[in-house]
C-alpha cells in the first residue's frame, strides 16, 4: 500500500522547473530592474504545505490492481486499473486521479529505493503526464472507495529508449480543513520497455519446484502389496483441480522452467495411485477416497515434464542446514543423506519415465557456510544452487550465475536473491501480485541493461513451496518475459555449465554470517538422536526377519522424512511424526517376545526348563538365540555351565517352546533370566526373570525310601499269608461238618430199608392204577435209583474247599 502525503503543489519535474525558472530569469531581468521603481503590493502568500519527509499521512490509499502489457512495445497502450480509498477522517473533493512516469532508472539500487519508499516526495517523483488520462472525484467520504482505470498510448508516455521507468499513479485533492489541491496518494510500480530486442540476452533459468511436505507414515497394511498408510489425507485436497500442486503442473507445462521435484512427492502420489489408508484419529485406518485425483495428477504432471529439464532433490528434501549444524555429530545422519539422494534418481525414473540430475544439492534459501557446503557434497551432489544474498559479490553488475567454489571442486551456482524473493509476500491480493511481477521485470532488464554487450546466466530459484496465488504471479511474471526481447531461457544444467565470471565471489561465507532466522528455524540436535534411536531399533529388528525388506524400505523412507525442509517453523508436528515413527517399529519389536513364566520348582538332579517364544508377527523371525543364564551355578547349572543358549526359529503368528537341561547341585532359590540375542551377540528384547527352588533328594535320602518301600511290600505279603492260612482252617472245619452231617444220613437210610413197613411193602410191590413203579431218587442225586442198583459206597459231590491231605476227583 501507498501512504498519503500531504504536501501542496504537484508542478513540474525539478528539471522542467530548474529550467523554466533560468529562463524567467534571463528574460525578465531587464524588466524587472524598471519595475522596481514602481510601488509593489505583496499578493497574499498560499497556505504553505508541511515539508514532506517521504512518509506522509494515510489520507488516501492507492492500490493498482492490473497493469496491462506488463512489458508494452511501441504501438501498445499501457492501461492501469486499481482502487483508491479515502483512509482519513474528511471527506476529499475535486479529486483527480492521474498518472506520473518519472525519468528513465540507471541502477537495480535505484529500482530498490523506489520500491522502498511510500509517501510522495515534490522534489523526487514526476509530474503528472501533460495531457495524460485522469479520472475525476468530486466527492470521496471517508471510508469509502472508487476504482479508476486510466489507459494510454506509449507513445503519449513521453519515453523514448529502452529501460526501466517509474510509473506512478496519484490522487490530487482537497479536503474542508485545508481548501487546497495537494497529492493525497501515491502508489509506483515501474515500467519495463525495450521496444527492440538487445544485442545480448540474459540467460534466464527459472527453477519451479514440485515439494510437498511428509504425510505417509512409516505403518503399512498387513497385504501383500504392503498398502502404505497416511497420517492424513491434507495430500489430496493439494492434488485436486485448483489445489496448489494441481496448479503448479497446470501452469508449469506452458513455462519454459526447469522442474526441481522431490521424489517423495511422487512416491507419496503413486502410492495414494495404487491405494492407500489414511489414519481415523485412532488405532485404526480407512481406505483412502483419492486415488482417482492422484491418477490424474501424475498424468498430467508426467506429460508436463516431457521436453523439459528434470532436477531431482534427495528423497523428501532433506535440511542440508540443519544436518550440517545440530546432525552431523550424531552417529549416523550422514548416511540418511547418501541414501536418500541414491534413491532420488530411481523413484523419478519409475513414477514420471524420465532421467533427472542428481547432482544438485539446495539449502533452505540458498543460505551456506563450509559446513553446509561439506554436508551438501558428502552425498554425491558436486552443484550447490546457493543465493546471492549468501554468496555476495561486490560488484556493480549481476555476474553468471555459476562459479567455482571453494577448492574450485564444487560448483556453486548463485541464484539472485531480489528476484527469488520478489513473489514471497501475499500475493492474494491484486495490488501485491501487480507490483511483484513489474518489480521482476523491470530488475530482469536492469540486469541485461547493466552490460548489454556481455551475455550473462542467472538462476531463479523462488521458495519451495509457492501458494496458489504465488505460483500464479510467478507465471504471469515469465509471461511478461515471453517476448524474449532482453532475456531468453536457459535450464539448470546448461547455466551450472556456464563460463564463469572471473570477478564472481567465489568464497564460501564465515559460519557467523549464517542468518540466525535461518538457524532458528532449524530441526534441534535432539530431532537426529531421534532419528538414530529409530535407526538402530531398526537394524536390530530387521535381522531377524525372514522379509526384511516389508520393514526396512517403510521404515527408512519415513527416517528420511524426518529430516525434511519442510519441518521448519514445525517443530511440534516433526516431533510428533518422529514418535509416531519410533512408537511403531516398537510396537513390531515387541511382536517376538517372551511369555513371561511363573516361578518353578526343580526335584531331583536334572530337569528341563521349558521357555515359550512368541511371534505375533506375519512373518517368520529367525537368526535369534536364547540365552538361559542360571543366577547361581552352584546350586543349578545349565550344560555344565552358567548359561545356555539355544537357536530360536518361529513363524509367523506362531510360538515355540525352547527347552533346556538343567542340573541341581545345593537345595535353594535359584534367579534364572532369559533374554533373545541377534546372532551378533546383540540383546534383542527385554530379559525375562523367573526363579527356580531346588530341592534336591540324595542318595542316602533314596536308600531310606527303598527299605521303607520294601518293608511295606514285606508287611503287604505276611499279612496275606495269615489271610490266606486262616482262610484254610475255616475252609477245612466246615468240609469235617458236612462230612458227618452226611455219614448220619447214610446211616439212617440204611436203617429204613431193612425193616420196612407193611403198607410200604404191599405199595412197593404193587403200584397203584397198575402203572409201574418208578425208580427212587436218591436224596442229593440227578438221576433215579433203580432198586436193582447197588447201594453207592461213597457220598454226594460237594462244593466245598478239599480238606488237608483229600484227594478228590473232580
Known amino acids: 500500500m501507498a501512504e498519503a502525503a500531504d504536501i501542496q503543489g504537484t508542478g513540474p519535474s525539478p528539471a522542467r522547473r530548474w529550467l523554466r525558472r533560468t529562463i524567467t530569469v534571463a528574460v525578465g531581468a531587464p524588466l524587472l530592474a524598471g519595475l522596481l521603481q514602481a510601488p509593489v503590493v505583496a499578493a497574499p502568500a498560499a497556505p504553505a504545505a508541511p515539508a514532506g519527509d517521504g512518509t506522509g499521512t494515510r489520507t488516501v490509499d492507492v492500490s493498482l490492481d492490473t497493469m496491462t502489457p506488463s512489458a508494452p512495445v511501441e504501438g501498445d497502450t499501457v492501461t492501469v486499473t486499481g482502487t483508491v480509498t479515502n483512509r482519513g477522517k474528511k471527506t476529499i473533493t475535486d479529486a483527480t486521479v492521474n498518472l506520473r512516469v518519472g525519468p528513465q532508472m540507471t541502477s537495480r539500487s535505484e529500482i530498490d529505493r523506489v520500491t522502498g519508499r511510500t509517501g510522495f516526495r515534490d522534489d523526487i517523483d514526476p509530474a503528472p503526464l501533460d495531457d495524460g488520462p485522469t479520472v475525476k472525484i468530486a466527492r470521496l467520504g471517508a471510508g469509502l472507495s472508487k476504482d479508476f482505470s486510466l489507459s494510454v498510448p506509449?507513445?503519449?508516455?513521453?519515453?523514448?529508449?529502452?529501460?526501466?521507468?517509474?510509473?506512478?499513479?496519484?490522487?490530487?485533492?482537497?479536503?474542508?480543513?485545508?481548501?487546497?489541491?495537494r497529492v493525497l496518494g501515491i502508489e509506483r510500480t515501474f515500467l519495463p520497455y525495450q521496444p527492440e530486442a538487445t544485442e545480448k540476452k540474459t540467460q534466464l533459468t527459472y527453477l519451479w519446484p514440485l515439494i510437498g511436505s511428509a504425510h505417509v507414515s512409516a505403518q503399512t497394511a498387513t497385504d501383500d502389496q504392503q498398502t502404505p498408510v497416511f497420517e492424513d489425507d491434507d495430500l489430496a485436497a493439494e492434488l485436486r483441480p485448483g489445489g496448489r500442486l494441481d496448479e503448479m503442473v497446470?501452469?508449469?507445462?506452458?513455462?519454459?522452467?526447469?522442474?526441481?521435484?522431490?521424489?517423495?512427492?511422487?512416491?507419496?502420489?503413486?502410492?495414494?495411485?495404487?491405494?492407500?489408508?489414511v489414519k481415523d484419529g485412532t488405532t485404526l485406518d480407512v481406505p483412502g477416497k483419492n486415488q482417482a485425483v492422484a491418477e490424474r495428477w501424475l498424468d498430467s504432471l508426467e506429460k508436463a515434464v516431457q521436453g523439459h529439464k528434470v532436477v531431482a532433490l534427495p528423497f523428501a528434501d532433506?535440511?542440508?542446514?540443519?544436518?550440517?549444524?545440530?546432525?552431523?555429530?550424531?552417529?549416523?545422519?550422514?548416511g540418511h543423506l547418501q541414501s536418500a539422494t541414491a534413491l532420488a534418481?530411481?523413484?523419478?525414473?519409475?513414477?514420471?519415465?524420465?532421467?533427472?540430475?542428481?547432482?544438485?544439492?539446495?539449502?533452505?534459501?540458498?543460505?551456506?557456510?563450509?559446513?553446509?557446503?561439506?554436508?551438501?557434497?558428502?552425498?554425491?551432489?558436486?552443484?550447490?544452487?546457493?543465493?546471492?544474498?549468501s554468496v555476495r559479490d561486490d560488484l556493480a553488475y549481476t555476474p553468471t550465475a555459476a562459479r567455482p567454489l571453494g577448492n574450485g571442486s564444487t560448483t556453486a551456482v548463485v541464484s539472485d536473491a531480489l528476484l527469488s524473493t520478489a513473489f514471497e509476500g501475499d500475493m492474494v491480493r491484486a495490488e501485491n501480485s501487480t507490483l511483484a511481477v513489474q518489480r521482476f521485470l523491470a530488475q530482469s532488464l536492469a540486469i541485461t541493461l547493466e552490460q548489454p554487450e556481455d551475455q550473462r546466466s542467472i538462476v531463479v530459484a523462488p521458495q519451495r513451496m509457492?501458494?496458489?496465488?504465488?505460483?500464479?504471479?510467478?507465471?504471469?511474471?515469465?509471461?511478461?518475459?515471453?517476448?524474449?526481447?532482453?532475456?531468453?531461457?536457459?535450464?539448470?544444467?546448461?547455466?551450472?555449465?556456464?563460463?564463469?565470471?572471473?570477478?564472481?565471489?567465489?568464497?564460501?561465507?564465515?559460519?557467523?554470517?549464517?542468518?540466525?532466522?535461518?538457524?532458528?528455524?532449524?530441526?534441534?540436535?535432539?530431532?537426529?538422536?531421534?532419528?538414530?534411536?529409530?535407526?538402530?531399533?531398526?537394524?536390530?529388528?530387521?535381522?531377524?526377519?525372514?522379509?526384511?525388506?516389508?520393514?526396512?524400505?517403510?521404515?527408512?523412507?519415513?527416517?528420511?522424512?524426518?529430516?525434511?525442509?519442510?519441518?521448519?517453523?514445525?517443530?511440534?508436528?516433526?516431533?510428533?511424526?518422529?514418535?509416531?515413527?519410533?512408537?511403531?517399529?516398537?510396537?513390531?519389536?515387541?511382536?517376538?517376545?517372551?511369555?513371561?513364566?511363573?516361578?518353578?520348582?526343580?526335584?531331583?538332579?536334572?530337569?528341563?526348563?521349558?521357555?515359550?517364544?512368541?511371534?505375533?508377527?506375519?512373518?517368520?523371525?529367525?537368526?535369534?538365540?536364547?540365552?538361559?543364564?542360571?543366577?547361581?551355578?552352584?546350586?543349578?547349572?545349565?550344560?555344565?555351565?552358567?548359561?545356555?543358549?539355544?537357536?530360536?526359529?518361529?513363524?509367523?503368528?506362531?510360538?515355540?517352546?525352547?527347552?533346556?537341561?538343567?542340573?541341581?547341585?545345593?537345595?535353594?532359590?535359584?534367579?534364572?533370566?532369559?533374554?533373545l540375542y541377534t546372532e551378533d551377540g546383540t540383546p534383542y528384547g527385554q530379559p525375562m526373570n523367573f526363579t527356580v527352588r531346588v530341592s534336591e533328594i540324595t542318595p542316602t535320602v533314596m536308600l531310606v525310601i527303598a527299605g521303607g518301600v520294601l518293608l511295606l511290600v514285606l508287611a503287604g505279603v505276611r499279612m496275606y499269608s495269615q489271610r490266606k492260612r486262616v482262610a484254610a482252617r475255616n475252609a477245612e472245619a466246615e468240609a469235617a461238618e458236612s462230612a458227618e452231617e452226611t455219614e448220619a444220613d447214610t446211616a439212617d437210610t440204611a436203617e429204613s430199608a431193612g425193616d420196612p413197613e407193611p403198607d410200604a411193602a404191599v405199595d412197593a410191590a404193587a403200584p397203584e392204577h397198575g402203572e409201574d413203579a418208578p425208580g427212587e431218587e436218591e436224596p442229593g442225586g440227578d438221576e433215579p435209583v433203580q432198586p436193582s442198583d447197588p447201594t453207592p459206597d461213597t457220598g454226594p459231590e460237594s462244593g466245598d474247599p478239599s480238606g488237608p491231605g483229600e484227594k478228590v476227583d473232580r
Open 345 to 389: 534418481g530411481m523413484t523419478v525414473e519409475t513414477v514420471l519415465h524420465v532421467e533427472a540430475s542428481t547432482d544438485f544439492a539446495w539449502p533452505a534459501d540458498g543460505a551456506v557456510d563450509p559446513s553446509i557446503v561439506a554436508v551438501a557434497t558428502s552425498a554425491g551432489a558436486d552443484k550447490v544452487i546457493a543465493r546471492s544474498d
Open 154 to 181: 506509449v507513445s503519449d508516455l513521453g519515453i523514448d529508449d529502452g529501460g526501466v521507468y517509474q510509473l506512478g499513479v496519484s490522487l490530487n485533492g482537497r479536503t474542508s480543513d485545508r481548501q487546497y489541491d
Open 250 to 277: 497446470a501452469l508449469g507445462k506452458d513455462l519454459p522452467v526447469t522442474w526441481v521435484v522431490d521424489p517423495d512427492l511422487l512416491a507419496s502420489v503413486d502410492a495414494m495411485a495404487n491405494g492407500y489408508r
Open 466 to 675: 509457492p501458494t496458489v496465488a504465488q505460483a500464479h504471479s510467478m507465471a504471469n511474471a515469465l509471461g511478461g518475459l515471453s517476448g524474449r526481447r532482453w532475456s531468453q531461457p536457459s535450464d539448470l544444467l546448461a547455466a551450472a555449465a556456464a563460463k564463469p565470471d572471473p570477478d564472481a565471489s567465489t568464497t564460501v561465507p564465515s559460519s557467523s554470517r549464517y542468518p540466525k532466522k535461518l538457524r532458528d528455524r532449524e530441526l534441534p540436535v535432539q530431532a537426529f538422536r531421534d532419528m538414530k534411536t529409530t535407526r538402530d531399533e531398526l537394524d536390530d529388528f530387521k535381522v531377524i526377519l525372514t522379509q526384511s525388506e516389508r520393514v526396512v524400505t517403510p521404515f527408512g523412507n519415513a527416517i528420511n522424512r524426518e529430516m525434511s525442509t519442510s519441518w521448519r517453523g514445525e517443530a511440534r508436528a516433526a516431533a510428533i511424526y518422529r514418535n509416531n515413527v519410533l512408537d511403531y517399529l516398537q510396537t513390531l519389536t515387541n511382536g517376538v517376545q517372551l511369555v513371561d513364566k511363573s516361578d518353578l520348582t526343580l526335584s531331583g538332579r536334572s530337569a528341563t526348563i521349558p521357555v515359550t517364544v512368541q511371534n505375533k508377527l506375519l512373518q517368520g523371525v529367525e537368526h535369534l538365540k536364547l540365552r538361559l543364564t542360571s543366577g547361581n551355578k552352584n546350586r543349578l547349572e545349565l550344560n555344565g555351565e552358567r548359561y545356555a543358549e539355544l537357536p530360536v526359529k518361529v513363524g509367523g503368528g506362531h510360538s515355540q517352546s525352547v527347552k533346556f537341561s538343567a542340573s541341581a547341585n545345593v537345595n535353594g532359590q535359584v534367579p534364572m533370566t532369559a533374554q
Open 318 to 334: 532433506p535440511d542440508l542446514a540443519s544436518l550440517a549444524h545440530r546432525g552431523k555429530d550424531v552417529p549416523g545422519s550422514l
